[in-house]
């Protein structure tokens, strides 16, 4: 049976059972379950830490896991990064107190950095140059700051919002911009067929979320300019109306782009222009 590890609370864990749901497999807990087993995937999924699951997944204890590319980082963990998941975006950064001046190249030795990324500060510090001191926090770390345990924080930062209410600023770029990632341990998990196959179910959902198919009716005379406008993956699919001189056009596109290829497709005399999500697909 197949073991995958998936973070057991917050942003991670809910996207990363949203996305095993939606690929086909059933990783929904009831309660606080430990582990959920699908058999009639024959796979089974472990809900860990997120801070946990790299390390696991790097011993062989699991096949595979979904964690943070700065959760990865920080580990040390060495294993094999399948696909980045397209959520639980988020910036690792510095934040100082507003108007203190303070970035990340006027750092001492007496800077004091709180956080609960170690290795992920002490790596780029070293490679900054900069001795400062890394005060170990477990959660919270914004408020380290205002009761005299550091003088800069380095946390994951998503909207910003929490450390502008602690009074402060993020401080230079950030240190590593992360996601969601699949792992596995090396090359040879990963080509498993169990393994593989749900790599590719999870690669069908990620590509499907990004696209949209657009079907439309069109004077043949504009199929030319069309095709430039929905050139789908190898080309559009394109049948004959029983109305003389019209086709009908069927192609993916991407969704970000779907609001310019519906005005693009009006300019050029298309009609019936229809819209529709996919669910997953194979490319």
């Not at 001046?101 to 500060?121: E, H």
């Not at 005060?135 to 994951?156: C, K, N, R, T, Y």
């Not at 402060?168 to 992360?178: D, F, Q, R, S, Y």
Request: aromatic fraction near 4%.
């Amino acid at each position: 049976m197949l073991q995958i590890a998936l973070p057991n609370k917050g942003a991670l864990s809910d996207g990363a059972v949203t996305l095993a749901d939606e690929a086909g497999y059933h990783a929904k807990r009831r309660g606080r379950e430990l582990s959920v087993r699908d058999a009639d995937n024959d796979v089974e999924f472990i809900f860990l830490r997120p801070r946990d699951i790299a390390t696991y997944v790097s011993n062989g204890i699991v096949e595979l896991g979904v964690t943070g590319l700065d959760l990865l980082h920080d580990s040390g963990a060495d294993v094999k990064q399948l696909m980045p998941l397209e959520f639980g975006k988020a910036r690792f950064c510095y934040a100082v107190p507003k108007e203190s001046g303070l970035t990340p190249d006027t750092f001492t030795k007496q800077t004091r950095i709180a956080t609960s990324y170690d290795n992920l500060v002490r790596q780029d510090l070293e490679q900054r140059g900069i001795d400062a001191t890394v005060v170990h926090l477990d959660g919270a770390v914004e408020i380290s700051i205002q009761l005299g345990v550091a003088d800069a924080i380095a946390d994951v930062v998503q909207t910003g919002r929490t450390i502008d209410e602690a009074g402060l600023t993020t401080a230079g770029e950030a240190i590593l911009n992360t996601q969601a990632i699949l792992i596995a341990q090396n090359n040879d998990i990963a080509s498993l067929e169990p393994a593989r196959l749900f790599a590719e179910r999870v690669r069908g959902i990620l590509v499907a979320r990004e696209h949209i198919v657009v079907e439309y009716d069109l004077p043949k005379e504009h199929l030319a300019k069309a095709r430039d406008i929905t050139p789908g993956i190898e080309s559009p699919t394109v049948s004959p109306l029983s109305k003389d001189g019209w086709v009908a056009v069927k192609a993916m596109a991407k969704q970000a782009e779907v609001n310019r290829i519906m005005d693009e497709l009006t300019a050029i005399g298309a009609k019936g222009i229809i819209i529709t999500d996919i669910r997953t697909c194979r490319i």
